[in-house]
């Protein structure tokens, strides 16, 4: 999976593992997303960013919607995983710490990161309208690759061709 993602240069692509944590990224996902090496090991995790970092909500255009995923997604990773303290601990964690978390686990959805459309509002390039693709290897279910994509000759091309050439003047890689 690491060598995918890195001869995925030209797309924001991430490697998310068991209980939303973020394993690796490329330059391009850093600079779209977060600099995720920026954070402490701890905080390399998409449902604690979504759900407690303010600058998340701003991010996402349907900030509710992603919320919403991000939680249906955990509470997946959770039933596979039912007895796992770091699990536990998470999910301890972030209703303690998250009305919204709280409200969206109240909701019981279950939702595999397969496929889907983000749109960003990204606060360099503007808005970016993006599809994402996941791939899972068959032998290992708990990783997977989450690969942005865009559409040919749309406005959101440019801005991320926009957000590569800046993500090469100032986002490290790690």
Request: a negative charge; proline letters at 5%.
């Amino acid at each position: 999976m690491r060598r995918l993602l890195d001869s995925a240069g030209d797309v924001p692509a991430h490697i998310v593992g068991r209980n939303t944590e973020v394993l690796a990224w490329n330059r391009l996902a850093a600079a779209l997303i977060t600099d995720f090496g920026a954070l402490p090991p701890r905080q390399q995790n998409l449902a604690r960013l979504v759900f407690l970092d303010e600058g998340m909500r701003s991010l996402y255009a349907d900030w509710r919607g992603k919320a919403s995923h991000v939680a249906a997604y955990l509470r997946l990773d959770a039933g596979r995983h039912p007895d796992d303290p770091r699990t536990v601990g998470l999910l301890d964690e972030l209703s303690a710490a998250s009305a919204e978390f709280r409200e969206a686990w109240a909701e019981h959805q279950l939702k595999d990161k397969t496929h889907g459309r983000y749109t960003y509002l990204h606060p360099v390039v503007g808005k970016l309208d993006l599809g994402f693709e996941t791939l899972r290897l068959t032998g290992d279910p708990d990783q997977a690759l989450i690969a942005h994509t865009v559409e040919e000759g749309s406005p959101s091309q440019t801005a991320l061709h926009l957000l590569s050439t800046w993500a090469q003047e100032s986002a490290p890689v790690r």
